[in-house]
């Protein structure tokens, strides 16, 4: 360090400055410690050469402030601020200005809140001399002033009512320049300053703004109410009662309506307001949309004598007169500053206030349609851009599927849709607009157009069959080999939605006119083009018609394609991108088109598929091909590859990818549905054997998949694979169970195997599977309440895939041992769960069973009690009309289990909830709701707070499914219970 400060003064310069770099790099280690006086010299020397005759080390040396001021202590601090400031404020040298300006602003950016006040207290002083002082050096102190309150406004608390006071008297500058830097210190200042201060500020606007001669120093004012309201929204929005009238006069008044500049500061203003005031700009958002709607159209150098109502079909002289950049147009016009900022406006209404949106439909979607005409390219973005806007919002207030329009039949393109959003949504006026405006000569316009087609399709989920014949043009030429490249991303992109999106339009007509393009596009280049085109073959390719394949008849065009799609596939040099989207489109179009492809070129594509595979990076999609393939209606015939696909999966379910894990799982189930004979014992017992790891409780997801694979394999090979399955997976599953975490559709995969263990073993492993459940309690496990009903359920789906005469059996045994009042607690609520699992499905009313649940109510046992009032529920659930008026009456007659028998009732109405409501026939509560809403009422006022709090919850779950008879009663109650409070 030393020698390099002995360098820094030397004579020459080149020297000087490579010790000022090294001097820099070496501040920059975290391992460098300055000590008091080698500190002190260091700052003077750097210092020193602010100043030298060198402009590079000079250049050099402010650089080096940043790693320096990261260093030092407070005084040396003090000290550099202090030389950095006296040099902003010199009035004769520019250079010395550059360099404190530069300086400071480093400085501003590496101190801390804990150093900055030894920078402030040096700083703000000559800042404020320096903003009285001549121009040049006021804008340099106006700006490092807004960097110090943006980043330290709460540090300056005292200072704020002095800066206040010296710059708000800028504004009326006549200087613009001036102006702008104060309007933006302002904005900052608002930040920071305390609520009477700010609103001393307002004020202080407001009272020049209405003493204000000049239209400049009036816009100044708006452009700085605009900035504060961007800084401090929240804050400046109880004063939006005292602005927005003002702005509102400003626009509507005569002697202003040809100063752009004006109209464009009130406009960005109001957008501002809407975006930052959200809560109070609602009162005036109507007038805002009416004065954004006025001026969308304002041009004063164009006479537009077009009738707001008139339709898009105007003659070709006038579409010429809108499309012509006339002599108003660049330099010449500036009126489109106003347009863009009203557009501007709306999009932010429309962003902001989705419950607008009726109203938005009616005034502004007809505006920016009509706007569409908009001469200046800028402008006509940003209208595409507020129409997208808009259809977003659409697409969230689309979720009402049984709202019908009357004018629109339930076969009509938008019987899913809500009435208002059809009424208003005049697809066929915008689908002519955007469809004129794909004519443009502007391929930013045209992909607009696409963009907005795109959106509306989404907000339809189709909808545009009757436009294909309009719209197919416009997309065949903007896929073109001589297209623009975004144009053709663009324009591809939307074909792959309209294919989706439309699965039973007849595009056969058509794939004449886009086919050749679409191939053409596959080889393309640029491998954006490339995978986009590959999917709208796979589109072209499972896309039907009548019932028919689209492509059937199309033999040559099905040749061609596949000559592309494995051209792509067979290739190693290429994006991931394009890679992934040829393995896919390859599945789709052999799972489809296998037939017409024919066996020498499957052949040929299978091993290809088997190689992406076994490659890292494409082997996840190369599972959803094949699993694509194994689901064919074709029975494609894959047996060239089938075993080796089925080893790499079971390699697959052992790598730490949750992905590929899952990927890997449903690829094998379809597998296996489809060709279980091809896969030989051997296999079966590999992949059960990595089957194992898969069945725990830490990702239950996967343990569904596996679980739900072994179903299949017992389902399709039970020869090959019960035996398998109770040496491997059983073990784990008996694990499984104990677990509190099992829930959801890894338990119902799990009931399904056991369903299907019994099955495929013709009912000889019922007993065994049925004991190795029940012995999990035997084992003298402490089981949770969750665990037991996970057993209890399993228990069930073993019962009902055996016949009447076994299942009563178990169910008689069941009841034997629940009267024993010498057995196990934790038996028999195992036991009271099988019940009330089976009872679910099916009518248990043979079996005597109201004596078991009672004498289980009176056990010692809480959990007994709760699985006994849990079980008659859902007993309740397979027989109503005997078991629920026994329910109630017991409600009624037994005062001392009221709070378990109304705990019966809420698992019978949670279960009817379950099924999406009260039931028909014989299992409806239809006939029972006067009875149950009599007796819950009479309820509601018991002196026991668990009864009621049972009540309350039986009343809320019951509204659910039948709020039309629970309601009415519910409100009058609640009346009756408000007056008797409001008397006593």
């Known amino acids: ?163 206040q006071t010296s ?133 004063p150098n164009y006479a537009d004598d077009e009738d707001e109502g008139d339709e898009m079909e105007e003659d070709q002289q006038e579409e010429d007169e809108f499309s012509d950049d006339g002599d108003y147009s660049g330099d010449d016009d500036n009126s489109w500053k106003v347009r863009s900022a009203a557009v501007k406006c709306l999009a932010a209404v429309i962003r902001t206030r989705p419950e607008m949106l009726k109203e938005l439909y009616q005034a502004v979607l007809p505006q920016l349609i009509t706007r569409f005409r908009e001469r200046e390219e800028i402008v006509k973005m940003e209208i595409f851009s507020a129409l997208k806007d808009l259809l977003r919002q659409t697409q969230g207030r689309t979720a009402n599927p049984d709202a019908m329009d009357e004018d629109h039949p339930s076969g009509s393109d938008f019987h899913h849709l809500p009435n208002t959003v059809v009424s208003m949504l005049d697809v066929d006026k915008l689908v002519k607009a955007i469809t004129k405006q794909m004519k443009d000569k502007s391929f930013k316009t045209k992909e607009r157009c696409l963009e907005l087609l795109r959106e509306l399709i989404l907000v339809l989920n189709g909808g545009l069959n009757n436009y294909l014949v309009s719209l197919v043009p416009d997309i065949a030429k903007a896929i073109e080999k001589s297209a623009k490249t975004s144009l053709k991303v663009e324009a591809l992109t939307f074909l792959c939605l309209l294919l989706e999106k439309h699965p039973g339009a007849d595009f056969s007509k058509h794939v004449k006119d886009l086919g050749p393009s679409v191939l053409a596009s596959v080889t393309d280049s640029n491998y954006k083009i490339s995978a986009v085109a590959l999917r709208v073959c796979g589109r072209f390719t499972t896309a039907k018609h009548g019932g028919k394949r689209l492509l059937q008849g199309e033999d040559q065009f099905i040749q061609n394609m596949y000559a592309c799609a494995f051209g792509r596939l067979n290739s190693q040099d290429q994006d ?82 949750r992905a590929l894990k899952q990927a890997a799982l449903m690829t094998l189930n379809s597998l296996i549905a489809s060709y279980g004979k091809l896969i030989g014992d051997s296999l079966y017992e590999t992949v059960m054997k990595e089957l194992t790891i898969l069945v725990s409780d830490a990702e239950l997801h996967l343990t569904h998949l596996a679980l739900q694979l072994c179903s299949c394999m017992v389902s399709k090979a039970p020869n090959e694979n019960v035996n398998l399955i109770h040496s491997y997976i059983l073990p784990r599953v008996l694990v499984l169970l104990q677990s509190p975490l099992l829930q959801g559709i890894a338990r119902n995969s799990l009931r399904s195997l056991f369903a299907n263990l019994v099955q495929a073993g013709s009912g000889s492993k019922y007993k065994e599977l049925l004991g190795q459940l029940l012995g999990i309690v035997d084992g003298g496990n402490q089981l949770s309440r969750q665990s037991l009903s996970s057993i209890a359920q399993c228990v069930s789906s073993l019962c009902g895939a055996v016949d009447d005469k076994e299942r009563f059996t178990t169910l008689q045994g069941f009841i034997n041992t629940l009267s024993n009042p010498s057995g196990p607690e934790q038996m028999k609520q195992l036991l009271l769960h099988c019940v009330g699992e089976i009872g679910r499905e099916f009518d248990l009313s043979q079996f005597s069973l109201e004596n078991v649940i009672m004498n289980s109510f009176t056990s010692s046992s809480e959990d007994t009690k709760a699985a006994a ?77 668990g009864v009621r709090s049972m009540v309350a919850e039986c009343l809320g779950k019951l509204a659910l499914i039948a709020p039309t008879e629970v309601l009415p009663n519910l409100k009058e109650l609640i009346t009756y219970l408000v007056r008797r409070i409001l008397d006593g």
């Open 1 to 163: 360090m030393a020698s390099l400060i002995e360098k820094l003064n030397a004579r020459d310069k080149d020297e000087r400055y490579m010790a000022m770099h090294d001097l820099s790099a070496d501040l920059d280690r975290d391992t460098i410690k300055l000590e008091n006086e080698l500190e002190r010299r260091v700052v003077s020397i750097i210092l020193k050469h602010l100043e030298d005759t060198s402009t590079d080390v000079k250049q050099q040396a402010v650089r080096t402030i940043a790693s320096l001021a990261r260093k030092v202590q407070e005084p040396q601090l003090e000290e550099i601020a202090d030389k950095l400031a006296t040099h902003i404020i010199n009035k004769t040298d520019e250079e010395k200005r550059d360099i404190g300006s530069i300086g400071l602003k480093t400085l501003v950016g590496v101190v801390n809140q804990q150093t900055a006040p030894a920078v402030l207290k040096r700083v703000t002083p000559k800042l404020q001399i320096g903003i009285q002082s001549d121009t040049e050096v006021a804008h340099y102190c106006l700006e490092i002033l807004n960097d110090l309150l943006k980043n330290f406004g709460m540090l300056m608390q005292r200072e704020l009512p002095a800066l």
């Open 167 to 299: 710059i708000l008297p800028m504004l009326a500058s006549p200087i613009a320049a001036t102006r702008k830097r104060v309007s933006i210190c302002v904005a900052s200042l608002a930040i920071c300053a305390p609520d009477q201060l700010f609103a001393n500020l307002v004020s202080a606007i407001f009272v020049s703004m209405g003493e204000a001669k000049s239209p400049d120093e009036i816009r100044t004012f708006i452009q700085t109410i605009a900035g504060i309201s961007r800084s401090v929204g929240h804050r400046l929005g109880r004063e939006l009662k005292r602005i927005i009238p003002l702005l509102i006069e400003l626009c509507e008044s005569p002697k202003h309506q040809e100063d752009v500049e004006m109209l464009e500061n009130c406009l960005q203003a109001f957008e501002s307001f809407v975006l930052r005031c959200p809560k109070e700009i609602g009162p005036h958002l109507d007038k805002i949309v009416s004065i954004a709607l006025k001026f969308i159209k304002y041009d």
């Open 576 to 657: 991931l991108e394009v890679k992934e989207a040829a393995i896919l489109t390859m599945g789709e179009i052999i799972a489809t088109l296998g037939d017409i492809v024919g066996p020498s070129n499957l052949n040929g594509c299978l091993p290809v598929l088997l190689e992406r595979l076994r490659n890292e990076t494409t082997r996840v999609t190369s599972l959803k091909a094949i699993a694509t393939l194994a689901k064919s209606e074709l029975q494609i015939d894959i047996s060239i590859i089938c075993k080796d696909v089925v080893l790499e999966c079971s390699t697959f379910l052992r790598k730490n990818d």
């Open 869 to 945: 009032s849990h079980a008659l529920g859902s007993i309740a659930m397979g027989a109503i009309s005997k078991y629920l008026p026994y329910i109630l009456t017991q409600i009624e007659s037994q005062a001392e289990y009221r709070y378990l028998l109304l705990q019966s009732l809420r698992q019978l109405i949670t279960l009817k909830a379950s099924e999406g409501g009260i039931g028909k026939g014989h299992d409806s509560l239809t006939g029972h709701m006067s009875t149950v809403m009599n007796l819950l009422m009479d309820q509601c006022d018991s002196d026991d707070e």
